[in-house]
């Protein structure tokens, strides 16, 4: 399972509010960066995972599950998802997007008979017990409600661990799970 990332990497100049909008009150250093912790860290363990594989010669594939993101979708979500990224998202979500989609490729490239690939995409994560997240969190679930199509709704952080760990143990479970099959997984 590789759950590592950020929301604000080093060279957004938002990398200070990490603290406040991290699960884990995360402080980055100058090497912080999308490339370094997403796609670097993913990469290492795919790597490691398949290297495993093939030297146990295991009798089924490696599941490894991949924490991306609603938005590393939006190429897909029509009408809407290419224009927001397009004119709307900000340089750093761009580069967020693109250390995710490059994770995703990687992950869906490899051998199949070796790993098992689970990319789940959860919009905005959140939990009942940090109010400070309620109003990001109300406005997703009101652009999701009013369809638009390129907004997720938020899952909370229990059901998406929950839709992680039952994923691993799933043989049937591969490839993208958006938010209503990590609510069906998380049951």
């Known amino acids: 399972v590789h759950a590592i990332g950020l929301?604000?990497?080093q060279d957004s100049g938002l990398g200070s509010y990490n603290v406040f909008v991290s699960g884990s009150g995360s402080v980055l250093d100058e090497e912080s960066t999308y490339d370094a912790i997403t796609r670097q860290t993913a990469f290492n363990a795919i790597d490691a995972t398949i290297e495993y594989s093939t030297n146990a010669q295991m009798q089924s594939p490696i599941p490894f599950c991949f924490t991306s993101a609603a938005e590393a979708g939006w190429p897909d979500m029509t009408p809407g998802g290419p224009q927001v990224e397009e004119y709307l998202a900000p340089k750093w979500l761009?580069?967020?997007l693109k250390a995710k989609r490059e994770v995703e490729a990687k992950l869906l490239s490899s051998p199949l008979e070796l790993?098992?690939?689970v990319i789940v995409r959860p919009s905005l994560i959140y939990s009942l017990d940090r109010p400070a997240s309620y109003l990001p969190v109300g406005a997703f679930f009101v652009g999701n409600k009013l369809g638009l199509p390129f907004v997720d709704?938020?899952?909370t952080v229990q059901s998406l661990s929950s839709a992680i760990v039952?994923?691993?143990g799933r043989n049937s479970v591969r490839g993208v799970q958006r938010y209503a099959q990590i609510d069906e997984l998380a049951g």
């Open 166 to 168: 039952r994923s691993v």
């Open 153 to 155: 709704r938020p899952v």
């Open 115 to 117: 790993i098992r690939p």
């Open 7 to 9: 929301l604000f990497d």
């Open 94 to 96: 761009k580069r967020y």
